[in-house]
């Protein structure tokens, strides 16, 4: 345990001891920093030191979030506004980071190309194409569907605005949660310049920079920029890599054009840019499934335990059994593999005894992973890029004295692209060596080296492979453009408005890659597709193999996975507000937003391992044992049109105060409507249902509503030194989106649920020299009752008249059946000639091996040789996919009940130079990673401690600083992710960067400082 009664001993210990990984810390370690702090005030306020230069202040914090500059503390809005001091001295580097400045924010990568953003329990759980964020994201005022929060580094910023709740009246649409405003720095008429350079733990170095140029008395220019590199934080032990680095970079150019005092048009040109092997997920657990053992009294040998294990049990992922790897049985290309090569082996040896291509066995049998979730073992280091530009241009003219138009038009295009191990895990070696073999009649084979010499299978895009190979590729392209026209008044009398029109254009084509050796060899051995030309002289059931490597795919393969996903979302609206002075002291705001979406979706599903025959025609039939209908690229189905028009709005009444408590108060009452559209579903595979049965998902999810009540106060106390801000608020939230993984994509479902909740915030100016600050956040969500879902982790709930089943490869959703059938399978007399047939076909899949259903007339009449009937589509719950949980009363995902954000800050005098040391503490409380709430989602309650050191010289316009970021070190799990049931249903984890001291100096010119 750390000596606790020794503070300032702790911190540099936990600064010289880089790389060590620390526990988890109760609350009051964190404030050991501000302790620091505080015990330094305490010793200068007792001695004769000089009084510095430069003094803490309280400013007045001027926002937009009415689209109007007003002071903070008179907008009857919950609004956090952070300066570029205020980023910088809470070192707050990007989006990701600002739950340390506002209650009730929490943040976490999602498992794509997404992240969760969410404020007061509304984020964006949905994955889809066609889905929307729950909080937008917005730069200079214009909506961003695409954007990159968490990897771009904010960069000569005006402020970032942080509006809590529904905002849908004047910040557009999908504004359910909340708003996340930047504003830059515009250009003036001032020279202005400034120079920062950095550097770190991690070899960390980066530099910013900008330059303000008066070109003309009417024109100015701004440039700007900033950069980082840094080595990796993660460590590959299957690579010796370190991984996870960062390369990146940011410019922006502006120009604003002033000919007189009633025009202004500003354009802003703003481009990033990242290259580096940023980890698009964390590390990923498991606790290894052996299956049940036996069912009832009987005993499951090796051979057919695949069958029943889902890969990896829900336990906590704080137990030490969730550093292991899934049982490889669950994985169905491999068990169908196994299966399959024990009934056919690649030939024989010179004793005569059978070879066969794989090993038996687990092939992650033993496997332990490191406790260290910064430590990963993968057959590949990731790659990552991303590229993203924004064009805006506004123009304001003033039609009178009182009376404003503005105009916005922004253009954005967004492109990303990752690549990363899929499975997180290093198998064991899996192949035998194939080469030198005989056949039944011990001649030798013609094809001397087989499937897999020297124990090596050569995958046409994974290359050379030993164990279980697989990787995913994630990328998108999309543009959006977006115009907004504005009247904005400002008369003298009691009546004012803000009124416009919008419409934006999004465009995306999203793409998900999965490249795996089993499907390959499949492809190879099954349907002798992958080196067997699929022409039209072929006539037999076969589909195209695409052979080229993984940078140059044509994406016609059906030797992989691929899913893409084009969307194309229109929308306009016209809005406004209207300001009324009841009286001096009492003012109406009221809002009406009319909002029509179009969303248009093209689905195509995935061909993966499904071909087609030519009749004796010509024509293309319907594979009998694929159930596919083309041989190469993909069979669009008709575009899904969504439309929905909406009306939104608000209502506020708020009252300034007058008493002998405080030196302003305002009080303020509100309530508002929010909506967010829905969209569609991935489709699911592309087969013929006449074949191969999946179960029926919803291919469309629906939109999202929101009534909110809100009561708040904004107090100045102590002659304007301390502001104190408090807000209730109430939520009925009707069909909420959350999504999950089902048959290898994403399902989008809807719950209804309430949240209430409290927030403080305040700043106290407590001497000149020191200044505190704080926000509290508390929240309660609760899912309403009688809201259903199936639990991908526990389909039985612990029904022992259903048994849990692995499908066969061409399904990718575990199933649940009758014990009754399973046992009957395992009594019969056709068990085990017929064994793995039967028990995959007592889940919905491929009907040609045979069924249970009398009333079809393919494969093999199971029902007849058993006498059992039986429809998995039909007879089992949802379809075979598991019985429901009631979730009624459960919370909301990534919705702790507590946030607490503190901060002391004191200046000391140094001769000629200011010293600013300064301590901020943050801590989340428990939640939840699913809306199930087992022990397996608990979110254990975290915390994070940053200090930091700031010499100035105000005559020098010069400043360094010496900072430590996650000071003791912490790794927690912030939020995890199931995967889907062909990983085992392995669970990718998300943690913090770690330890970071840093040194920067700055230096400004000109009136920059």
Request: glycine fraction near 8%; hydrophobic fraction near 35%; proline fraction near 5%.
């Amino acid at each position: 345990m750390r000596n606790l009664y020794n503070p300032k001993k702790l911190i540099i210990q936990a600064i010289c001891e880089m790389g060590i990984n620390k526990p988890i810390t109760p609350i009051w370690y964190g404030l050991t920093g501000c302790y620091l702090v505080l015990s330094t005030t305490a010793v200068n306020a007792q001695s004769n030191e000089k009084v510095s230069s430069e003094q803490l202040h309280m400013e007045e914090v001027i926002v937009t979030s009415q689209r109007i500059e007003e002071n903070i503390q008179n907008v009857p809005i919950a609004v956090t506004a952070i300066s570029e001091e205020a980023l910088r001295d809470l070192k707050i580097e990007r989006g990701d980071e600002l739950l340390r400045a506002a209650p009730n924010v929490t943040f976490s990568k999602g498992n794509f190309n997404r992240y969760n953003l969410s404020i007061r329990g509304i984020g964006s759980k949905a994955l889809s194409a066609s889905s929307d964020p729950g909080v937008a994201v917005s730069f200079n005022n214009t909506p961003l569907l695409r954007d990159r929060l968490h990897e771009q580094e904010y960069f000569d910023v005006e402020r970032v605005e942080v509006l809590r709740g529904p905002q849908g009246t004047l910040y557009g649409r999908n504004a359910t949660g909340g708003v996340v405003n930047m504003l830059p720095r515009l250009p003036t008429q001032e020279f202005e310049a400034d120079i920062k350079s950095e550097v770190g733990s991690y070899d960390t170095r980066r530099m910013s920079g900008m330059l303000n140029l008066p070109l003309s008395d009417t024109l100015a220019a701004r440039v700007s920029g900033a950069m980082t590199k840094r080595d990796g934080y993660d460590y590959n032990t299957a690579t010796n890599n370190d991984v996870n680095n960062r390369d990146l970079y940011s410019t922006r150019l502006m120009l604003d054009w002033s000919p007189s005092a009633k025009f202004n048009a500003n354009l802003i040109w703003q481009h990033f840019e990242e290259d580096d092997q940023r980890s698009r997920t964390g590390k990923q657990l498991c606790t290894p499934d052996p299956g049940p053992g036996q069912i009832d009294d009987r005993e499951i040998s090796e051979d057919y335990a695949l069958h029943f294990t889902q890969g990896c049990k829900p336990i906590s992922l704080y137990d030490e059994e969730s550093y292991g790897a899934p049982n490889g049985f669950t994985l169905a290309n491999f068990a169908y593999l196994q299966a399959w090569f024990q009934t056919y082996p690649a030939g024989y040896d010179a004793d005569g005894n059978p070879v066969l291509v794989f090993k038996p066995g687990n092939p992650y049998k033993d496997i332990n992973q490191s406790r260290n979730l910064r430590k990963i073992a993968t057959n590949y280091d990731p790659m990552f890029n991303a590229e993203n530009d924004v064009v805006q241009l506004n123009f304001e003219v003033a039609l009178a004295d009182s009376l404003t138009f503005f105009a916005q038009s922004t253009y954005i295009k967004d492109d990303y692209y990752s690549f990363q191990d899929y499975s997180r895990f290093q198998s064991n070696a899996i192949f035998n060596d194939t080469s030198g073999l005989f056949d039944k009649n011990d001649e030798p084979l013609k094809d001397t080296q087989g499937l897999t010499p020297g124990g090596v299978f050569m995958d046409p895009q994974l290359g050379a492979t030993t164990g279980l190979t697989a990787v995913e590729v994630y990328e998108s392209d999309s543009t959006q453009w977006a115009h907004e026209l504005r009247l904005q008044s400002a008369f003298d009398g009691p009546i004012n408005f803000s009124a416009g029109i919008n419409y934006l254009d999004f465009e995306s084509l999203e793409g998900y890659f999965l490249f795996n050796n089993t499907y390959s060899l499949l492809a190879e051995v099954i349907f002798e597709s992958l080196y067997t030309p699929c022409n039209d002289e072929n006539k037999n059931e076969c589909f195209y193999s695409d052979l080229n490597s993984i940078e140059n795919v044509d994406g016609e393969g059906h030797n992989y996975f691929y899913g893409p996903n084009p969307v194309e979302t229109r929308s306009s609206a016209a809005f406004g507000e209207l300001y009324w002075d009841l009286s001096d002291d009492v003012k109406l705001t009221t809002g009406l937003r009319y909002t029509r979406d179009h969303k248009i979706t093209t689905p195509i599903p995935p061909q993966i391992l499904l071909g087609a025959s030519i009749n004796s025609e010509g024509e293309l039939e319907t594979g009998e044992a694929t159930g596919g209908s083309i041989r190469r690229g993909f069979d669009p189905l008709p575009d899904v049109v969504q439309k929905w028009n909406e009306f939104t709005g608000r209502i506020v009444l708020d009252w300034q105060a007058r008493n002998a408590f405080t030196d302003e108060t305002m009080f303020y009452v509100s309530y508002a409507r929010g909506y967010k559209a829905g969209g569609t579903n991935p489709p699911e595979l592309g087969v013929d249902p006449s074949v191969v049965q999946v179960p029926d998902l919803a291919d469309a999810f629906e939109p999202e509503f929101v009534n909110a009540m809100e009561f708040g106060s904004k107090n100045t106390l102590l002659g304007g030194n301390m502001t104190f801000n408090t807000t209730a608020f109430f939520y009925e939230y009707k069909d909420y989106q959350v999504s999950k993984i089902v048959e290898r994509s994403t399902l989008n479902e809807n719950f209804d649920t309430r949240t209430f909740g409290l927030e403080l915030e305040a700043v106290w100016l407590a001497t000149s020299n020191t200044r505190f600050n704080a926000n509290l956040g508390y929240l309660k969500t609760r899912i309403g009752d009688n809201e259903k879902s199936v639990d991908v982790l526990n389909r039985t709930q612990g029904n022992e008249d259903w048994t849990l089943l692995r499908p066969n490869f061409q399904v990718g959703t575990s199933c649940i059946a009758p014990t009754e059938l399973v046992n009957t399978i395992l009594d019969s007399a056709f068990f085990p000639s017929f064994g793995h047939f039967m028990l995959w076909s007592a889940c919905p899949g491929t009907l040609r091996w045979g069924d249970f259903d009398p009333e079809t007339d393919v494969g093999v009449p199971f029902d007849a040789l058993i006498d059992y009937v039986y429809r998995p589509l039909t007879d089992a719950p949802n379809g075979g996919r598991g019985f429901d949980v009631n979730l009624g009363g459960n919370e909301l995902p990534n919705s702790p009940n507590y946030t607490l954000n503190f901060g002391v800050e004191h200046i000391i005098g140094i001769q000629d130079w200011d010293l600013r040391l300064r301590a901020d503490y943050y801590y989340q409380g428990e939640s939840y990673a699913r809306v199930y709430n087992t022990e397996y989602d608990r979110l254990k309650a975290w915390d994070n401690l940053n200090i930091s050191a700031t010499l100035t010289q105000p005559n020098w316009d010069f400043q360094v600083e010496l900072y430590v970021k996650n000071v003791f070190d912490d790794a927690p799990i912030i939020d995890a992710f199931t995967n889907a049931d062909d990983t085992g249903l392995s669970t990718n984890v998300f943690t913090l960067d770690p330890r970071i001291v840093g040194l920067s100096v700055y230096k400004a010119f000109g009136n920059q400082f």
